[in-house]
T-cell receptor, first 109, second 112 residues
Framework: GQNIDQPTEMTATEGAIVQINCTYQ??????LFWYQQHAGEAPTFLSY??LDGLEEKGRFSSFLSRSKGYSYLLLKELQMKDSASYLC??????????WGAGTKLIIKP | DAMVIQNPRYQVTQFGKPVTLSCSQT?????MYWYQQKSSQAPKLLFH???????NEADTPDNFQSRRPNTSFCFLDIRSPGLGDAAMYLC???????????FGPGTRLTVT
């Protein structure tokens, strides 16, 4: 079967750095997405990785290791507005998007 | 300007009373998706269209139907809503299946 694992919940302090991990086992791989979803709202795109390595975009960075079936999202200089769920999703060999259940990130002052 | 629009944002229906949710897009994307999302869960794909080609997920109940009359519009029909169908319904689009998906704001469905 296909599976994506993320921690259910994480807590971090405003101004700090947090790393959210994602491991996947899918039938094939055609890219990995990270989305942010605030409570009661729709997901919004954060990043896309298809090759190994780190992609940096402002305060957010995403890393991929295809050989390990592993990705992480790194959030720097945390702000209260970063409190949200972060969803990892993988495109499989049939170009279907397989979603993780998301990691709820709680930011404390 | 909103690129993926869903109406209504909130819908209350009675048990067993048919309901239709609508989605429109201004992106001219090939692919349109309908997801169901319950609290603290991953979005669950119900259907997707590549242009007019309809793809039904194997575990989508027959109670759910969809229509895409043209590129811009897509509808989700729930023929006989049950209490378990209360959820957020998300419409999304992408240019190609492996590309970034753009989501509408969602319709929160309540079944009484």
């Amino acid at each position: 079967g296909q599976n994506i694992d993320q921690p259910t919940e994480m807590t971090a302090t405003e101004g700090a750095i947090v790393q959210i991990n994602c491991t996947y086992q899918t039938s094939g791989f055609n890219g990995l997405f990270w989305y942010q979803q605030h409570a009661g709202e729709a997901p919004t795109f954060l990043s896309y990785n298809v090759l190994d390595g780190l992609e940096e975009k402002g305060r957010f960075s995403s890393f991929l290791s295809r050989s390990k079936g592993y990705s992480y999202l790194l959030l720097k200089e945390l702000q209260m507005k970063d409190s949200a769920s972060y969803l990892c999703a993988v495109v499989d060999s049939n170009y279907q998007l397989i979603w993780g259940a998301g990691t709820k990130l709680i930011i404390k002052p | 300007d909103a690129m993926v629009i869903q109406n209504p944002r909130y819908q209350v229906t009675q048990f067993g009373k048919p309901v239709t949710l609508s989605c429109s897009q201004t992106l001219n994307h090939n692919v349109m998706y309908w997801y169901q999302q319950k609290s603290s869960q991953a979005p669950k794909l119900l259907f997707h269209y590549y242009d007019k080609d309809f793809n039904n997920e194997a575990d989508t109940p027959d109670n759910f139907q969809s229509r895409r009359p043209n590129t811009s519009f897509c509808f989700l029909d729930i023929r006989s809503p049950g209490l378990g169908d209360a959820a957020m319904y998300l419409c999304a689009t992408s240019r190609e299946p492996q590309e970034e998906q753009y989501f509408g704001p969602g319709t929160r469905l309540t079944v009484t």
